[in-house]
């Protein structure tokens, strides 16, 4: 009975060890309740840690460069110095921004599928609908003005924000004045930081053209503000007062928003005179003559009868008169998509430098206007 007893206990440790879910012991004996292994609760998934937006306080007027920095600023644009120093004393070190800004690990290949449906789905469709609906005259006249057609402003406004839900919690003057000054290890960290520099410099002159409290601007962990998320420098030069309200918006006003995307657009090579699909569905031959054509940046530099000539073909015919870029969308361990796209779909990659970006922006606009019921 002894044996017996040891083997049951035995077998019930051994059984609680291997957490084996089958509470029977070596001889096939039932094991009462009070033996029966208990099973363990499993692991709480662990997600990314909350995004802290407020920082601390690291009293950057005591930096050298923060001083010389402010020192030019006031000398260039006529601040004064004191009120520099007052601001500054207010601001804050975001620790946030700065891992934001690293760049992702290195893991899963790109998968432009997985991508697709993350950014065209059932919400920004639908609100996507809802803005286009309540902006119609503001798209229309967008259009007429600029020659950018309205789903591509549509298109861009929700890939940025879903149309004003997702514009930032970050103080902008915070999140620039710690990336222009404590930028993380990075190749290019001098030009990042001297980027950043300059973005903060705009963020002082467009407060003070606008009457602004500096400190009241809300944004990206990057600096960019309003619906389309641009950054300061760019609201400077390209924002425009669309709704005549005699400021600019880029917040709360959606015609604002429009006529500065468009404007911006234009500023960086959209043709109105283009006309067509700014993509055409490809296929690339077994040969791989048209590799060279991929990666060749961010233009449309070839032509049609080259493309051909490279074993590129389209299921319809795309205008000869204009240029095309191989546009690879890579699909993880599924087979990559070819695109050939035109100059207008390279003007939206000045607006974030990615394919997957400009095709969504595409793919965005075009299911917007499906869902309006056009064609």
């Not at 802290?52 to 260039?76: I, M, Q």
């Not at 057609?149 to 915070?174: K, M, Q, S, W």
């Not at 690879?328 to 990615?354: C, K, V």
């Amino acid at each position: 009975m002894k044996t017996l007893i040891t083997a049951l206990l035995l077998g019930a440790a051994t059984l609680s060890q291997a957490s084996q879910a089958a509470a029977v012991d070596p001889y096939g004996y039932k094991l009462p309740p009070s033996m029966q292994p208990k099973k363990k609760a499993p692991a709480a998934k662990k997600g990314p840690p909350p995004i802290d937006y407020v920082g601390e306080f690291v009293n950057f007027g005591e930096w050298k460069e923060v001083r010389a920095f402010l020192d030019d600023v006031a000398s260039r644009d006529g601040f004064d110095r004191a009120a520099l120093n007052t601001l500054m004393g207010q601001v804050r070190y975001v620790d946030s921004a700065v891992q934001l800004v690293k760049p992702a690990p290195p893991g899963k290949p790109k998968n432009w599928q997985a991508y697709s449906r993350l950014i065209v789905d059932p919400v920004r469709i639908d609100n996507g609908v809802k803005f286009w609906n309540e902006n119609r005259e503001a798209l229309e006249r967008a259009e007429a003005l600029y020659g950018v057609p309205a789903e591509i402003l549509v298109g861009i406004i929700g890939v940025e924000t879903v149309y004003g839900r997702n514009t930032g919690r970050f103080r902008v003057v915070d999140a620039l004045t710690t990336l222009a000054f404590s930028y993380p290890e990075a190749p290019q960290r001098s030009e990042r930081m001297a980027f950043f520099r300059g973005e903060l410099e705009a963020t002082l002159l467009f407060a003070r053209q606008n009457e602004l409290d500096p400190l009241s601007l809300r944004g990206s962990f990057a600096g960019a503000i309003g619906m389309p998320q641009f950054m300061p420098s760019s609201v400077m030069k390209y924002a425009v007062d669309f709704d005549g309200s005699g400021k600019v918006d880029l917040l709360n006003s959606g015609t604002d928003a429009i006529g500065s995307v468009a404007a911006f657009l234009v500023a960086h090579g959209w043709q109105r005179d283009l006309g067509g699909p700014l993509v055409y569905s490809a296929a690339v031959s077994p040969n791989r003559a048209w590799e060279s054509m991929t990666n060749q940046g961010l233009s449309a530099k070839y032509r049609p009868q080259e493309l051909a000539a490279a074993g590129v073909t389209t299921t319809v015919p795309v205008p000869e008169q204009q240029t095309y870029g191989l546009v690879d969308l890579q699909n993880g361990a599924e087979p990559t998509e070819y695109w050939l796209a035109n100059n207008n779909f390279f003007a939206i990659t000045q607006y974030n430098r990615s394919y997957f970006y400009a095709m969504s922006v595409v793919e965005l606009g075009r299911a917007v206007r499906l869902a309006r019921g056009g064609l």
